[in-house]
């Protein structure tokens, strides 16, 4: 019930397409949801994060969706780059829980 | 600004061999986080410190490993013998109290032959 499953587990997209990563959850209680992004030989930056008390959250080309009901989020980056090739995070916790349950991550590869 | 600080950027020592790692959190956050990434395992959060004091260490492997915070600006991660199941590339986060979003180093990649 601790864990959050994120699919897929690697992609491939054309740049200027549309960049979908999912995850879901299975407890209720979580109520932060970020989402990282890393790329090699660095370590794991915040990009966006949302709480349940709003559908989407919207920061430049990220965008979040969150389906409370589903206990579903994901990760669209919209006009993909080649820069936004990294590896990507989902992630969850609850109240003032510091521990964050991670994804087991999303290898993003945007070719040219 | 300058962000979490990790020393050294890559190791390589033998089995058995005592090995500290290095973490410089942003100034003025009170809360520090190690953890270990492998391939296999993902992420793990090794221990928890705030406001300089242990608060969760479950996620430390074994006796093997122990963490210290002797003050805000600094902490240790040291595994007394190494062992080749030990490599990986360990992180350290510090955040603006236990709820923030936590902000990592470079990270510092471990190799045990």
């Known amino acids: 019930q601790q864990q959050v499953k994120q699919s897929p587990q690697s992609l491939i997209v054309q740049k200027g397409g549309i960049s979908i990563i999912n995850c879901a959850y299975e407890?209720?209680?979580?109520?932060?949801f970020p989402w990282y992004q890393q790329f090699p030989g660095k370590g794991p930056a915040l990009l966006i994060a949302i709480r349940p008390d709003v559908s989407e959250k919207k920061e430049g080309r990220f965008t979040i969706s969150f389906n409370k009901s589903a206990k579903q989020f994901s990760l669209h980056i919209m006009d993909s780059q080649p820069g936004d090739s990294a590896t990507y995070f989902c992630a969850a916790s609850m109240g003032s829980n510091y521990q964050l349950i991670w994804g087991a991550g999303t290898k993003l590869i945007i070719k040219p | 600004d300058a962000g979490v600080i990790q020393s050294p950027r890559h190791e390589v020592t033998e089995m058995g061999q005592e090995v500290t790692l290095r973490c410089k959190p942003i100034s003025g956050h009170n809360s520090l986080f190690w953890y270990r990434q492998t391939m296999m395992r993902g992420l793990e959060l090794l221990i928890y410190f705030n406001n300089n004091v242990p608060i969760d260490d479950s996620g430390m492997p074994e006796d093997r490993f122990s963490a210290k915070m002797p003050n805000a600006s600094f902490s240790t991660l040291k595994i007394q013998p190494s062992e080749p199941r030990d490599s990986a590339v360990y992180f350290c986060?510090?955040?603006?109290?236990?709820?923030?979003?936590?902000?990592f180093g470079d990270g510092t990649r471990l190799s045990i032959l």
């Open positions: 407890n209720t209680a979580f109520d932060y």
């Open positions: 986060a510090s955040s603006f109290g236990v709820d923030q979003p936590q902000h």
